[in-house]
């Protein structure tokens, strides 16, 4: 059964960090690409960060030099580093692996950015 679990998100104040985490299980994950994507209220699910099976990331524009992405194969656990947090961060953020078409999703956490 693959699972994919976040965590690590909470509420916190402009200019703070946080760092979330997504374990998973089920599925071969040194093989896929893990990624962070992030929803807010009204708008569309958007990519925030991906790392490729070979250790190759991009990055949204609006997230470049704040948020960093990294992946350890031996914990099959993915990461997100953001730093810097502004107010436009807050969203839903979910995990995601993605392989030859394949796409796993994980529940999501919550991030809210606010004074």
């Known amino acids: 059964q693959v699972q994919l679990v976040e965590s690590g998100g909470g509420l916190v104040q402009p200019g703070g960090s946080l760092r979330l985490s997504c374990a998973t299980s089920?599925?071969?994950?040194?093989?896929?690409?893990m990624g962070w994507y992030r929803q807010a209220p009204g708008k569309q699910r958007e990519l925030v960060a991906a790392?490729?099976?070979?250790?190759?990331?991009n990055y949204a524009d609006s997230v470049k030099g704040r948020f960093t992405i990294s992946r350890d194969n031996a914990k099959l656990t993915v990461y997100l580093q953001m730093n810097s947090l502004k107010p436009e961060d807050t969203a839903v953020y979910y995990c995601?692996?993605?392989?030859?078409?394949?796409?796993?999703w994980g529940q999501g956490t919550q991030v809210t950015v606010s004074s």
């Open positions: 790392v490729t099976s070979g250790g190759n990331t």
């Open positions: 995601n692996a993605e392989m030859g078409g394949i796409d796993y």
């Open positions: 089920g599925f071969f994950f040194k093989i896929y690409t």
